[in-house]
């Protein structure tokens, strides 16, 4: 599975950005996805899953503020920011999960300025 990110940037706290990872190699129906970050000087965690079915878990930091759709046509997830927070800063990393075993695409960069 090759995993593309994009959509990271640069903006102030309280705004909005969507991330978008496009997936192939594999049938993207068949799946499970999701978010991570990794702040400067933290481990990475988990932000945002969905699985093949269309259910999805969050981190409790961002529940309420981030949805992570998925468009099984397009072979994408998305990752929608909204409230910002400054501690929302990190590397943002796409997951694709499929029988035990992890694919990574490339950070995107979000930073979140107050």
């Known amino acids: 599975v090759q995993l593309q990110a994009s959509g990271g940037g640069s903006v102030q706290a309280g705004d909005s950005l969507r991330l978008s990872c496009a997936a192939s190699?594999?049938?993207?129906?068949?799946?499970?996805m999701g978010w991570y970050r990794q702040a400067s000087g933290k481990q990475r965690e988990l932000v945002a899953l969905?699985?093949?079915?269309?259910?999805?878990n969050y981190a409790d930091s961002v529940k309420g503020r981030f949805t992570i759709p998925r468009d099984d046509a397009k072979n994408t997830v998305y990752l929608q920011m909204n409230s910002l927070k400054p501690e929302d800063t990190a590397v943002y990393y796409c997951?694709?999960?499929?029988?035990?075993?992890?694919?990574w695409g490339q950070g995107t960069l979000v930073t979140v300025s107050s």
């Open positions: 969905i699985t093949s079915g269309g259910s999805a």
């Open positions: 997951n694709a999960y499929y029988y035990g075993l992890n694919y």
């Open positions: 190699g594999r049938t993207f129906s068949s799946l499970s």
